[in-house]
């Protein structure tokens, strides 16, 4: 058998697996009054049937926060990366408070965000931004300064100016680490988007999303609906990591061993 | 001594810091064109040298003259070949040679015909979409040695750049090295720890010694050109080999 096609049997196969064993729990192991902690896969997907339009329509709303969250991180810490890789002296001043930013849970910043923007897709945004920012920042800065130093001298014998040694030399070295950062970040911004909503999120307009639905279902004991509205948030943080997998495969492939590849 | 020199060191000395001298009031001369090999133990400031030459560090003391003036003041003419190729990953081969002259404002049309004329004498013609990750370690050599000539430069620095290649394949750059020297007539200095090496390339050799690097002695070699394979075999190459193995060993116990 090819190996492109175990590569698609084996995950088909594991995942029958677990299926099997996810009902084998639920019937055999768990009694029978207890049986509703863990519905058994079908009612699971009885229950996103249901609220399918809800579900999804949430799903929109938690990959629009997540989306805008992650792709102002991108932006903002792309340029923090190069003013911090400036200079040693420019990155012992700021990585500490980098560092707090990340180190401060998203449910205490939830509430202020809410005061300062109000609940709902901003306040998403702003907080999938907090969680995505540091592995981004981070990592394009660390690109940034781990330029070979050969490379750094051919262009000093060459006079590169300072602007020719930063596009030319410096950000495309760094393009590998850029993209660790992103992936780190593509996969915790959807989780992030959906801690935020939880937590400052807003059904007004419309507005709720996979966090805040969870919210409700908890809230209703709808355990069938709250294993969908998992599946449906680990389906978008897939497709999140999917696009930018392909996106770093696409930039890195033909020059990068990491990339080489295509199994990706 | 040559007659009219393009290169002139005079008293260069150079210390990094409090450090220990690396270099002790290093004289002498080089003719536009002349090749010459320095060569040496670890540690006898023979890359610090090129350094000071390229002007990517500043003497301590004594002074440097490229074509009676300061070497920073013709950098445009000089090209360095680094130990490593130091390519660019991300560029095509086409495209790392293209880079210097890129970097000093070169036109497109101009830069294609130049990375034409130098892939045609390394012979990479076939190579020139491909990237340096697809190539040999001696391919990969020639493309950065194409690089430096895309600059049509008067002065090659080259810091022993097939140092990490195979005796063949090294043999083979050599040889493509000094027939496109004769066709460019660029002043040389090559460094390297094969004496076999020196011997075939060089019009002269400096044997430096260390602690501090200082130059022990000059070998002229006057072996006629152009210099092939069969020049390997001649009597007076291996006799030259061996009076320069004797002179390093002189300064260096442990060389060959």
Known sequence: MSSKALKVLLPALTGALLLALWYAAHFFLISEERRFLLPPPGAVWHAFIKDAPLLLHAAWNTAQGALLGFGLAVVISFGFALLLSLSPLVRASLYPFLTAVQLTPLPILAPICVIWVGAGLASVAVLTFAIAFFPLVVNTTQGLISVDRNLLELFQLYRASRWQQLFLLRVPAALPYFFTGLRIAATLAPIGAVVADMNAGSSAGDGGGLGFQAVIYSSQLKIPALFATAALTCLLGFIFNAAILTLAWLALHHWHDSYERTDH | ?256
């Not at chain 2, 022993?160 to 002043?187: S, V």
């Open chain 2, 1 to 256: 001594m040559p007659a009219s020199p393009y290169i002139e060191f005079r008293d260069v000395t150079k210390r990094f810091g409090d450090g220990p001298l690396v270099l002790d009031r290093v004289s002498f001369s080089a003719a536009p064109g002349e090749f010459i090999t320095l060569i040496g133990p670890s540690g006898c400031g023979k890359s610090t040298l090129l350094r000071l030459l390229a002007g990517l560090s500043p003497v301590t003391s004594g002074t440097i003259a490229a074509g009676g003036r300061d070497p920073a003041a013709v950098a445009t003419d000089l090209a360095f070949v680094f130990q490593e190729p130091t390519l660019l990953p991300w560029l095509s081969v086409a495209h790392n040679i293209e880079v210097p002259l890129q970097l000093r404002g070169v036109d497109a049309a101009t830069r294609a015909a130049s990375r034409q004329r130098v892939l045609e004498l390394v012979r990479l013609q076939e190579k020139a979409g491909a990237f340096p990750r697809q190539l040999s370690g001696g391919q990969k050599m020639r493309v950065s040695i194409a690089r430096a000539l895309a600059l049509a430069p008067r002065m090659m620095l080259l810091d022993e750049p097939f140092g990490a290649l195979d005796e063949m394949t090294r043999e083979h750059l050599n040889e493509e090295l000094l027939a496109i020297h004769a066709q460019q007539q660029w002043t040389a200095f090559f460094v390297t720890h094969s004496v076999a090496e020196a011997v075939f390339l060089s019009n002269r050799i400096f044997i430096l010694a260390a602690n501090p690097g200082r130059i022990h002695a000059e070998v002229t070699v006057p072996l006629p050109g152009p210099r092939t394979a069969d020049t390997r075999l001649a009597r007076d190459y291996h006799e030259l080999v061996a009076h320069v193995s004797r002179l390093l060993r002189s300064v260096d116990p442990e060389a060959a």
